[in-house]
């Protein structure tokens, strides 16, 4: 494997395979496997799982890792083809990139969307440009519209507890008092329609996912027999829930504009997640949430600490499955 950058590049075979592979190392880890391997990260946005885990998962197999997070005692790096850079940054991307490729044997990059203008984030323009600077194995921690590494964990997450691969998967909007990106929002739909799940959407008017992303999934159910759409009606799509996945983003109607988003959002504080979501859902029905989530604001206490949740094995499932995209990507077995 020399990419890591979304699932859709991959069979749905191939996905098996890769999380037989997690599962092995995880039961049977191999400490040695990457000894003498470096793997770069590149963080342009915070992290806390996807940095630690990332580390952790190379540390396990023996490699080691340096992380850039570019202003914060290394050069800020202008990522804008064309930019004049009389600012800030001291330093262009067309140059930083290729250097800290060349000390590495794979990098890793975050780099969110920038939030202004919708197709340009939707083509993936800047994590792009920057995947051509690339001539190492190359791993996406989370793009403008991707996120391949939480998916991954994500699909494992429901594996280990055994949703059923046609069960019901409800990707819900939930409250935030900022737009947040469409990365995570994009990659769970993907995700789950490519594990055979009948995935349903839902969002207040205003948030619904671009075509682009819902195409992409559909796409994806049509392969594998799940199935997607999309509702305002909460109640609705909550019933037989077997999973209520609870993401926030930024109003698609309103992108890139900020006060037009606040005045779309201001109403919708009701969409936290709470027991009474539970209602009519299946019995075994988990909360889903990749994390970092703001407690009774998306999600209410009530529910993050009851027996549904299972933000933690989600998270914990980020070191299990990356490590073992590092063992097929650096060892190529
Ligand atoms: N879910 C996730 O990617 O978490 P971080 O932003 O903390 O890496």
Redesign the pocket.
Known sequence: MRRFLDLADFERDEISALLELARRLEKCPEPHALAGKILGLLFFN??????ASMQAGMARLGGTSFVITPGQGTWQLETKLGAIMNGAAAEHVREGIPVLASYCDALGIRAFADGKDLAYDLAETNFNAMAELVDKPLINL?SAAN?PC?ALADWKTMDDLQVPRGGRFVLSWAYHPRPLPLA?PSAAVHMAAMRGMEVIVARPEGFALPPMIMDKARKAAARSGGSVRETADLTDALQGADIIYAKEWGSTAHYGDVAGDARLRAELQSWCVRNDWFAKAASECRLMH???VRRNTAIADEVLDSPRSIVQRE?YN?LVVQTAVLYQMLKGV
């Open positions: 915070p992290s806390l799982r996807t940095l989370e996120h939480q995570v990749c994390l970092p998270a980020r």
